[in-house]
């Protein structure tokens, strides 16, 4: 049975990896199928991984050199963000949430990587050398299964390099654009700045900022500072909420409410400040274009939003631990964006084409048994698909070239259904 199971994977792979790749030459779509085939085989973005998962009957050197010229191409990061886009926004419906979300890759040893930056280390909080993620991730309300959307790689340094600011509206024009519009952008502390807020309402596009706490509102024909409005927001309704801490789960009372604010810059563009009080000393203050009334499930539906980030922070970092992406070992930039781009790729095919798909569910089923873990199967499942993709293929390996059927391949939701 597992080794069917290895058989559709590898057969997925390469019908998906066709999708992706369209436009593409056939020696670039060959790579793209050999690259994403050998990423999820070895949980590896480390060129010598990706060459043992293929087993050519070369010296394994030849196949990284060839790994890696393929990879220098200008065109592959293009290629494969518009294809996920494209299949992407098909799951995006008017209220779904696209979190936008900024992270790191931390290279502290590297002297000889291209454009290396100065970035702010999530996890130790401490400055070092490396380079910045700017992704975006589809996902409902309540709901833990994930729509990789969009993922890039950037660097201060970099030539072109213009600003945080036009990374993240690039992101925001991208993903809105494939999506026309639908879905409401979920965005942490770092997204409270003004040329966001201009650019999305410019735009017509739905908004939920968690606020710094600094920035002036009006309200009530007065300017004050959203901490202060905060302090004196009514607070309409109540709800009680378990949350884990430490390995312990502990309930909490939510007390939340709404006002009516207005920026300082867009006077005549009606907005509503919704805190929440319960999670720790201070508030948790939101800023939505999202219409607010007194009505408990208007309001806890906002409130819910932007608490199903919180949630799906562990799966966020998904694409950077199951295929250890900080462990990135190439030295040009345009191969380093390239490969985030794969990566990204690699995550959308285990989140969506695998987890997804209810013609597909015996098939996860299987790859979930297939995952060696200890303690069993977490409930953060996309974990343990991406363990039993590479159980399969270490148990059955590739046999053969990954060929492409096609240049320009029939659409994923066709081809798959």
């Not at 390469?14 to 779509?29: D, M, N, T």
């Not at 390995?247 to 805190?275: K, M, N, Q, T």
């Amino acid at each position: 049975m597992l080794a069917q199971t290895a058989s559709k994977v590898r057969a997925h792979v390469e019908e998906f990896s066709g999708i992706v790749s369209a436009g593409l030459c056939k020696p670039a779509r060959r790579f793209v199928g050999e690259a994403l085939y050998g990423i999820m085989a070895r949980q590896s973005v480390r060129l010598s991984e990706i060459g043992r998962a293929l087993e050519e009957p070369i010296a394994l050197a030849k196949t990284a050199t060839r790994l890696s010229r393929n990879l220098g191409r200008p065109a592959l990061e293009w290629r494969i963000g518009a294809a996920l886009l494209r299949e992407g926004a098909r799951r995006i419906g008017q209220r779904t949430l696209l979190i936008l979300d900024l992270s790191d890759i931390i290279k502290p040893h590297a002297r000889a990587m291209e454009y290396l930056a100065e970035v702010r280390d999530g996890s130790t909080k401490m400055i070092g050398n490396g380079y910045w993620l700017c992704q975006v991730i589809g996902v409902e309300t309540g709901d833990a299964a994930i729509t990789p959307l969009y993922g890039t790689l950037y660097s201060q340094t970099a030539a072109g390099f213009v600003s945080e600011n036009h990374e993240m509206l690039r992101a925001i024009d991208r993903v809105g654009a494939a999506t026309h519009g639908r879905g409401v952008w979920v965005i942490d502390r770092g997204g409270d700045r003004g040329e966001l807020y201009t650019a999305l309402l410019a735009k017509g596009r739905a908004f939920v900022i968690r606020q710094l706490g600094t920035r002036h509102l009006l309200a009530g024909g007065r300017k004050l500072a959203t901490a202060a409005l905060a302090e004196d927001c009514p607070m309409h309704y109540a709800t009680h909420v378990v949350r884990e801490r430490a390995g312990a789960e502990a309930s909490l009372r939510l007390d939340y409410g709404f006002r009516p604010v207005r920026l300082p810059e867009h006077p005549d563009v009606p907005l509503w400040l919704v805190v929440v009080r319960g999670f720790g000393a201070d508030p948790l203050m939101l800023l939505t274009n999202l219409p607010m009334r007194k009505k408990r499930a208007v309001l806890w539906g906002l409130v819910s939003a932007y608490l199903t980030r919180w949630r799906i922070e562990d799966t966020i970092r998904f694409v950077k631990q199951s295929y250890d992406l900080e462990d990135i070992r190439v030295l040009s930039y345009q191969r380093l964006r390239n490969l985030v781009a794969l990566v990204t790729a690699a995550s959308f095919f285990t989140a969506v084409v695998l987890g997804a798909r209810v013609k597909l569910d015996i098939l996860a089923s299987h790859l979930l048994t297939a995952a060696k873990r200890i303690f069993g199967v977490p409930d953060f499942r996309y974990y343990a698909l991406a363990d039993g993709i590479r159980e399969l293929c270490t148990r059955h390996p590739r046999r053969g070239p990954t060929n492409p059927t096609s240049a320009d391949p029939p659409q994923l939701i066709l081809a798959l259904a």
